[in-house]
Each structure stands twice: as C-alpha cells, then as structure tokens.
C-alpha cells in the first residue's frame, strides 16, 4: 500500500467516526435524513441552550456540541466543526448497521438550502425505496421477505391484493413469487413509480373502500400499512371482504429501537400512527373481522416487525 492510499484510507475512517460521532450527539441514525435531523437538533438545542440551564457549568459546550453535530451532518461543515467528547444526551447512541452510505446519498442529492424540507413527489417515492438499497434496508427487506415467503408459500398464479402497496416494493416482489399482483394506495406518486418498476396492476384506492368484488382475491395484504391507515379496523373489514382464503398482515414493532426513535421524533406519518405489540395486533383482528380464526391465526416476531397470517374455511 502506497502512502497515498494509506492517507486516503485513514482519512476515510477519520470521516466516518466524525459521522458516527455526530449522529450519537443528536440521537439519530444514519439512514434519518435531513428532516429527522432537523427535528432533533431542535429539540435538543432548545433543551440544551444556556439561557435554559443557567447553573449548569456544561450547558454552553453541549449547546455548541449539538449545533455542531447539525452543521456537520446537515449543512455539510466540515472545516472548524469540533465534536467534543461530552456527549449531552447520556446513553445516545446509533444502531449497527444504520446505512450510513446511504444518509451520505441523501445528503449530497439534498443538500444545501433543501436539507430541512421533505423531499416530496417522484423524489419522495425514490428516496423511500432507496432505504431498502441501505444496509439497515436491506437487512431488514431481507428478512421480512423471508417471513411472507414462510406465511405465504409460492403463488402459482395466486390473485393477491396488495393494501397500502407504496412503491410497489413488495408486490414486484411477490409478483416474481408468482402471484397475479394488484396493490391499492392512496399516494399518486408512489403509484406512479410502482407502476414503472413493478410488475402487477395498480389503482388509487383507500384501503377502507377496496373498489373490488367480494372475495376477488386470495389472499389480501397489508405490509407495514395497517399502522398508518386513518380506520385500522375498516381496512381490515374490507380486506376480509374481498379475500376468499387468507390475509396477511405485516406490522412494525413498536418495541423496535428504530421504530422507537421514528414515533419519539412524531416523523411524518409516524406522528399519527398507531402501534401494535402482537397480542394487541391479534386482539385488534379479532374484534374488527366478525368471525376471525382463532386456532388458524399463525405469528412471526422479529426485533422490527410482526407478522399476522389469518386463513379462512369458509
């Protein structure tokens, strides 16, 4: 190794603790993105300002601490920007594996004066699905598929409605699993963009009022979308209605540290969204579908995310 590629090495490693360091002092992970960041620093800053802690000797370095760290990861400083060792927010800290590339690539496409505000339209449905290209993403996608291929098994030409489909990640998924895929959502812009690089047939539709006949399909499913839809139980009538054998449920851990962080900061849609362990998860489908399985209700729990599997008789 020449001294150059040594040098470039080291500043490389010197680069990503200054990025590991900053997302400790503000209490995010690396695949947050500006919004999350922004919301946090303001948290902190307005609970960390001298003005707020007059005795407290410490109060004017972990305030500049926490403007630093935003600096550094929003704004992109780098020259001048000190990260002290005094972290202000005792046992802060950020979960392995959090996509730091990935935050990098959110950074530099929305850099500069756009950092605080929410990506929005075509860029919001390809930022979303970029987070499954992250390391965290990615193991995370991986192992959720692995839970709706062990619930679902392959599908043989299978109709299969997709409830809250987003991007289409998982129908074109499931689609490449052999299910006849259509997936419903109320974002035009994700549809668009699942409409382009998913194979299946999507429509515009709130998953309360599915514009579809009684038990038009197999199986129905709902993957991370029940804990955002404005009537959980209507959603899960109506997915009972036009199912003829099963539905799957797929729902996030409120117990999660990831999710954890997402609902403590009120981000977008997690600011309204409901949580489910799973006893509520199979006591919410038992009191919303009339006639629910019981003994035919099969679970899988994972640190991020549960999954519902109800099959029906009759």
């Not at 992970?29 to 999350?36: F, K, L, Q, S």
């Not at 500069?112 to 193991?139: I, K, N, Q």
């Not at 729902?251 to 509520?280: I, Q, V």
């Not at 099969?298 to 009759?314: K, N, Q, S, Y």
């Amino acid at each position: 190794m020449t001294a150059g590629e040594r040098d470039f090495k080291e500043g490389i490693a010197r680069e990503a603790a200054r990025e590991r360091r900053a997302r400790r002092i503000l209490g995010v992970c690396a695949g947050d993105g500006p919004a999350v960041i922004t919301r946090a620093f303001w948290l902190l800053a307005l609970r960390h300002h001298p003005d707020k802690a007059p005795g407290d000797p410490n109060a004017e370095r972990n305030f500049r601490n926490i403007a630093n760290a935003y600096d550094y990861l929003v704004k992109g400083a780098r020259r001048g920007v000190v990260l002290e060792e005094a972290d202000p927010r005792p046992g802060g800290g950020e979960k392995a594996g959090h996509g730091w590339r990935y935050f990098l690539w959110w950074r530099d496409r929305y850099g500069g004066e756009r950092t605080a505000a929410r990506p929005g339209g075509e860029d919001a449905a390809a930022l979303y699905e970029a987070w499954y290209s992250s390391p965290a993403g990615a193991g995370i996608d991986a192992e959720e598929k692995a839970v709706i291929a062990k619930l679902l098994g392959p599908g043989r030409g299978a109709r299969l409605i997709e409830v809250g489909c987003g991007t289409g990640h998982f129908a074109g998924w499931l689609a490449a699993r052999g299910y006849t895929v259509f997936g419903v959502d109320i974002r035009l812009d994700f549809l668009r963009f699942a409409a382009r690089a998913a194979k299946g047939a999507f429509a515009a539709a709130d998953g309360a009022a599915i514009p579809f006949a009684d038990g038009a399909f197999d199986t129905a499913a709902a993957i991370t979308a029940l804990e955002f839809a404005a009537s959980p139980s209507a959603l899960l009538r109506e997915m009972r209605r036009v199912s003829s054998r099963r539905i799957l449920l797929m729902m996030l851990n409120p117990d999660s540290r990831l999710n954890w962080r997402r609902r403590r900061l009120g981000l977008g849609a997690f600011a309204s969204a409901n949580f489910w362990t799973h006893d509520e998860a199979v006591r919410l489908v038992k009191g919303s579908i009339p006639g629910a399985p019981g003994d035919s209700i099969r679970g899988e729990v994972r640190e991020d995310f549960h999954a519902l599997l109800l099959e029906f008789t009759g």
